[in-house]
């Protein structure tokens, strides 16, 4: 039912406030010179009034001084099946209020867990700046990840493939000389935390945050349209932004929802479904070919495989290898990384000599092993209809697109027609190089993962200094409320925090083998990769068998505890079989987790053995009675634990 909105009169702006089914979450508007918001939760002042505005290339103004002719409420509350997410279905409940203007809307949404703001344009429009702005009551912490590439200046910082550690830091300690990319969680009064993102990310630049003023307000900076670029020598081939046109977006009718999610509990961060339940609604057509599962991967250990009796290397014996591996295990695909094409960065059309792609799909084929290929975003984006067509007859499943570097306009709108082009010819889309999800995987179920996120792959050249294990407990309340992320784990080479080192060929995680495991139901991810050698992962069968059998999307899932950087447990549902997991930093831990959940019965679990703080890959795998209520569960430095009902 829709109704008009009561306003009332502040200082000579015009008011309104709004607030969430449950009546914690309160926004309140201002329309006068300014346009301003305030966030509140059952009184306590979140965010205190906050610019914002929308400025057209034709010198309009949206928001400050716009004459808003209605403001109309209504209650949205749907349920939309999820088919690769989190959770099997995901409702939409909140109150909303459109304020309508010439040329445009304004719509806000109050939710039990936080609010959202976008303008909607009434017909497609130039774009010249965006002011998007956070004031906070007070100088709090914030978990921020500074953009640590191209940092010569603000705008080189605009290239990155949006993978750095987080800096624990009050706002106004902001470093001035860096941006930092979404999402950003911050700790606000009385342990809530807020979580600042966006969603619908489809043809508009994806939003940074600075603060260069000092103060405890941060403010959104988007990248313009490119004008030129120079083509990047070397593997990437990526195409750097030489000048920008100054504009933001053109010919856009898609501005993105701005996102504040509130937490009154660390935890209930780490079961978000905020970003995708405000993205657009699912294209037109059949998904239902779209298959998540695991996928072996070659790079990350080099291609280095022993006691065979080929030279491994990139090469048809090798894939069989990996082929067979994937099938005595039951996983799904394997990918064919850097290398595979006669130049991959600037010919796909064409494999090298030592692959025979028939020969492999075929293989695979009859082993139940689909294929994924390879490739930059550059390459593919000059080939992509070509590309799609001619690799699906042959039975490719999908891409592995890398080193797009960048979310100006031009970028999104390349992640758009990509995932909109391999949905035509029922590929899959894994993005590498990759900017947070923000939407597109709902629109496009085929864009099956994100990078995004300083996964294990650094563990390649990390320096030992890098605390990677501290890192694993802090995106499941920051980088991952966002979406999905391909952190690439599976590392049967674990090592305590004295003991690691980067090996390029020969990778090792940091934090114990039950923390690897763990991570396979704690981080979402609907294409989840193992990163080791097969040659590695034959020795130790128990734990492939559990990686294998663990599903990469569920019906259900439930935040039971966590705290940001320390340790997180969650559970979740595939049918009648639930998992639980616990991750943690290096402070070892007993942790009591309630089970009452999962009533009485039996259960597996892997557990830290009881030399894990010596050597990270001691392991025990037991059976248990549950009885209900509260499980004591001990957690090893940089531990990890797991339980299959």
């Known amino acids: 039912m829709l109704a008009l909105l009561s306003a009332f009169t502040l200082a000579g702006a015009k008011g309104y406030t709004l607030s969430s089914p449950d009546g914690h979450i309160t926004i309140t508007i201002q329309a006068g010179a300014n346009l301003t918001y305030t966030l509140s939760r059952d009184n306590v002042v979140l965010v205190n009034p906050s610019e914002i505005s929308l400025t057209l290339a034709d010198g309009s103004v949206w928001g400050p001084g716009s004459r808003f002719s209605k403001a109309v409420r209504a209650t949205v509350d749907k349920t939309e099946a999820a088919p690769v997410f989190k959770r099997s279905e995901v409702r939409n409940h909140c109150?909303?209020?459109?304020?309508?203007?010439?040329?445009?809307?304004?719509?806000?949404?109050?939710?039990?867990?936080?609010?959202?703001?976008?303008?909607?344009?009434?017909?497609?429009?130039?774009?010249?700046?965006?002011?998007?702005?956070?004031?906070?009551?007070?100088?709090?912490?914030?978990?921020?990840?500074?953009?640590?590439?191209?940092?010569?200046?603000?705008?080189?910082?605009?290239?990155?493939?949006?993978?750095?550690?987080?800096?624990?830091?009050?706002?106004?300690?902001?470093?001035?000389?860096?941006?930092?990319?979404?999402?950003?969680?911050?700790?606000?009064?009385?342990?809530?935390?807020?979580?600042?993102?966006?969603?619908?990310?489809?043809?508009?630049?994806?939003?940074?945050?600075?603060?260069?003023?000092?103060?405890?307000?941060?403010?959104?900076?988007?990248?313009?349209?490119?004008?030129?670029?120079?083509?990047e020598d070397g593997r990437t081939f990526q195409q750097v932004v030489t000048s920008f046109k100054d504009v933001i977006a053109q010919d856009t009718e898609i501005i993105p929802w701005r996102i504040i999610e509130v937490a009154p509990e660390d935890k209930q961060l780490t079961a978000?479904?905020?970003?995708?339940?405000?993205?657009?609604?699912?294209?037109?057509?059949?998904?239902?070919?779209?298959?998540?599962?695991?996928?072996?991967?070659?790079?990350?250990?080099?291609?280095?495989?022993?006691?065979?009796?080929?030279?491994?290397?990139?090469?048809?014996?090798?894939?069989?290898?990996?082929?067979?591996?994937?099938?005595?295990?039951?996983?799904?695909?394997?990918?064919?990384?850097?290398?595979?094409?006669?130049?991959?960065?600037?010919?796909?059309?064409?494999?090298?000599?030592?692959?025979?792609?028939?020969?492999?799909?075929?293989?695979?084929?009859?082993?139940?092993?689909?294929l994924i290929l390879w490739t930059t975003a550059r390459t593919f984006d000059a080939v992509m209809e070509e590309a799609c067509e001619f690799y699906s007859k042959m039975g490719i499943k999908g891409w592995k697109i890398d080193f797009m570097d960048r979310d100006d306009q031009e970028m999104i709108r390349f992640y758009t027609r990509a995932g909109r082009v391999c949905a035509k010819y029922q590929m899959l889309a894994d993005f590498h190089g990759a900017c947070k999800p923000a939407g597109l995987q709902k629109v496009y179920p085929n864009v099956i993962n994100f990078e995004g996120v300083y996964g294990l792959e650094n563990m390649k050249w990390g320096d030992p200094s890098?605390?990677?294990?501290?890192?694993?407990?802090?995106?499941?309340?920051?980088?991952?409320?966002?979406?999905?992320?391909?952190?690439?784990?599976?590392?049967?080479?674990?090592?305590?925090?004295?003991?690691?080192?980067?090996?390029?060929?020969?990778?090792?995680?940091?934090?114990?083998?039950?923390?690897?495991?763990a991570e396979y139901v704690i981080f979402d991810a609907p294409l989840s990769m193992l990163c080791d050698s097969p040659s590695n992962y034959w020795r130790e069968k128990e734990c492939v068998e559990f990686i294998a059998a663990c599903p990469t999307i569920w019906d259900e899932t439930v935040a039971l505890d966590g705290k940001i950087g320390e340790y997180v447990v969650?559970?979740?549902?595939?049918?009648?079989?639930?998992?639980?997991?616990?991750?943690?930093?290096?402070?070892?831990?007993?942790?009591?987790?309630?089970?009452?959940?999962?009533?009485d019965g039996h259960a597996v679990v892997f557990q830290d053995g009881i030399n894990a703080h010596r050597a990270a890959r001691d392991y025990a795998k037991k059976e248990i009675g549950l009885e209900g209520g509260c499980l004591k569960v001990h957690l090893a430095p940089g531990g990890g634990w797991v339980l299959k009902k």
């Open 466 to 517: 890098v605390d990677q294990v501290t890192y694993d407990v802090t995106i499941p309340f920051t980088r991952l409320v966002a979406g999905p992320a391909d952190y690439t784990q599976g590392a049967m080479r674990n090592a305590n925090r004295e003991n690691y080192r980067s090996v390029g060929t020969e990778g090792m995680s940091q934090g114990t083998r039950c923390h690897q495991l």
């Open 570 to 599: 969650q559970a979740r549902r595939k049918g009648d079989v639930w998992y639980v997991a616990a991750l943690n930093n290096w402070e070892a831990r007993d942790i009591c987790i309630d089970l009452s959940f999962l009533g």
């Open 95 to 231: 109150n909303e209020l459109t304020l309508k203007a010439k040329g445009f809307s304004l719509v806000f949404r109050a939710y039990n867990d936080g609010m959202a703001w976008r303008f909607v344009p009434e017909k497609a429009v130039t774009v010249k700046e965006e002011l998007v702005s956070f004031a906070f009551p007070e100088d709090w912490y914030a978990y921020i990840p500074y953009v640590n590439q191209n940092t010569k200046t603000l705008q080189t910082q605009l290239m990155s493939s949006h993978e750095a550690h987080y800096t624990h830091a009050k706002v106004s300690e902001w470093n001035t000389e860096r941006l930092a990319f979404l999402p950003i969680t911050v700790e606000a009064a009385d342990g809530i935390k807020l979580c600042i993102m966006e969603s619908d990310l489809l043809d508009y630049p994806g939003m940074y945050l600075y603060n260069g003023e000092g103060g405890s307000t941060l403010k959104g900076v988007f990248a313009p349209v490119p004008a030129t670029h120079a083509e």
């Open 272 to 370: 978000s479904d905020f970003s995708w339940r405000l993205a657009s609604a699912q294209a037109p057509g059949d998904f239902s070919w779209v298959k998540p599962g695991k996928v072996a991967w070659d790079w990350w250990n080099g291609w280095n495989l022993y006691g065979v009796d080929f030279e491994a290397g990139i090469n048809n014996p090798t894939y069989k290898y990996y082929i067979d591996f994937a099938s005595a295990f039951g996983i799904e695909y394997i990918v064919l990384d850097e290398g595979w094409a006669k130049n991959t960065v600037l010919d796909i059309m064409h494999t090298r000599p030592e692959i025979d792609l028939p020969e492999l799909v075929n293989y695979g084929k009859e082993r139940g092993v689909g």
